[in-house]
């Protein structure tokens, strides 16, 4: 059992131990006509968007959480076990996109020649190009040197910009973890730097994964909410498809490791960019309250997946209703309320939902973190009695994604 269990049975219990990453050289280390290979939209002034991920991650130790970071505790797992240096290579070399066969061991040697380990994870984070590997020793080959028609300022090994959203690689499930899938190549391969940690650092090996990253169908950390002890929600998006659920259900019902969710709830969202998730629009911020995305709720189909009474048996059943009737069912409460982005504005709806005005992360029971630019959400929220704790945002929104994004729970009070 890891030293630290993951512990997490809701949205909104008290926030006690969450995950960052903060961001570092791989957000600026890209040219413009790179952003879409490297999976990120806008170029980012990082030394501001680092103050504002600090005020982010303060926010959080002043409201009582432990904040621990993603490269720091990769880089420890692998100080404490030479075993997961090497794990972690195979597989970050195994899901990188290297152009050329022959550019495969120098890379790898470059790698490997990094001593300290976490310089060595802010290097596979910011990526490498290809005049990086004139230093690596070896045979001096044409095929090496010239890269099969790369520039020397080309790429390589890609630049990981979107790290930052820690959300969406994994998912605390109750006492474990979901090694996601992802749906882009390029952000799969964040997947290795957490489940190398939750491997074999000291404090988190014996973490049970209740999915495989290796499994075949999609599935990302913003579809998946924590309902209570024995409820999740996920969303069928764009993202995450429906096998996947089957599969992430069966194991948490069926699978070798206990776990106490017996009711899936999988809703589906419309596909597109403004609602890549289920996180993007909908999001629990109190007992009985949800942020929401207009629009996109008045009628919905969804599915409860139940653990039947037989060994490997799983009960499906179809809804239809709104999301609130839903949200009421998986919640169990009678009457709950949809605050809707943007105060329901059309208008201010759109562009809010833009900088993610409906994706807030709760720190307690009716106490939310928010973008500080989404001004007319945040007065609807206020308005409505929720507490508000304001990051600033000017840069850390240019990634499309809000502090439920930016941060992985790994413990919460029960509620």
């Known amino acids: 059992m890891a030293k630290k269990p993951i512990h997490v049975t809701s949205e909104i219990g008290d926030l006690q131990r969450v995950v960052l990453h903060r961001p570092g050289r791989e957000l600026a280390n890209m040219k413009a006509a790179e952003f879409e290979k490297c999976w990120i939209h806008d170029a980012f002034y990082l030394e501001y968007a680092q103050k504002e991920h600090d005020a982010f991650a303060n926010i959080l130790r002043e409201a009582g959480s432990e904040v621990l970071y993603m490269e720091e505790l990769l880089a420890e797992a692998m100080d404490a076990n030479p075993v997961a240096r090497a794990a972690f290579l195979d597989e970050y070399m195994a899901q990188a996109p290297i152009p050329d066969p022959a550019l495969v061991p120098l890379v790898r040697e470059k790698l490997d020649a990094i001593e ?3 310089e060595l994870v802010a290097k596979a984070l910011a990526g490498m ?7 690596a020793s070896g045979p001096r080959t044409l095929s090496r040197l010239e890269g099969d028609g790369l520039a020397p300022d080309d790429f390589v090994v890609y630049s990981m910009p979107s790290s930052y959203f820690s959300r969406d690689p994994i998912a605390s499930i109750g006492t474990g973890v979901a090694l996601h899938r992802m749906y882009y190549n390029q952000r799969n391969r964040e997947v290795p730097f957490y489940k190398t940690f939750l491997t074999y650092h000291p404090d988190f090996a014996g973490t049970p994964f209740w999915y495989d990253n290796h499994s075949a169908a999609h599935i990302e950390g ?5 309902i209570n002890e024995t ?11 429906a096998a996947a659920i089957d599969t992430l259900a069966h194991n948490l019902f069926w699978g070798e490791e206990p ?10 969202i419309p596909f597109g960019y403004e609602t890549m998730h289920l996180d993007t629009v909908c999001t629990q911020i109190d007992y009985d309250k949800f942020t929401v995305y207009p629009g996109m709720y008045d009628e919905l189909h969804a599915y409860r997946l139940r653990k039947g009474d037989n060994p490997g048996e799983i009960a499906v059943d179809e809804l239809d209703g709104s999301l609130k009737e839903i949200l009421e069912m998986a919640t169990g409460v009678d009457e709950v309320t949809l605050i809707e982005c943007g105060g329901g504005d059309p208008v ?3 562009r809010e939902q833009w900088n993610d005005g409906s994706n807030t992360l709760a720190i307690a029971p009716g106490k939310v973190c928010v973008y500080e630019r989404n001004v007319v959400t945040n007065d609807v929220l206020d308005r409505a009695g929720i507490e508000l704790c304001v990051v600033p945002s000017e840069e850390l929104s240019r990634g499309r994604g809000g502090p439920r994004c930016m941060s ?3 413990a919460r009070a029960d509620i």
């Open 231 to 241: 409820t999740l929600a996920v969303g069928i998006s764009e993202r995450t498809e």
């Open 222 to 226: 913003g579809d998946v909410l924590n």
């Open 408 to 410: 992985m729970p790994f």
């Open 116 to 118: 300290g380990n976490r």
């Open 348 to 350: 201010e709806a759109s």
């Open 129 to 135: 190009r290809l005049h990086e590997l004139g230093l």
């Open 259 to 268: 776990s106490a969710i017996d009711t899936v709830y999988a809703i589906r």
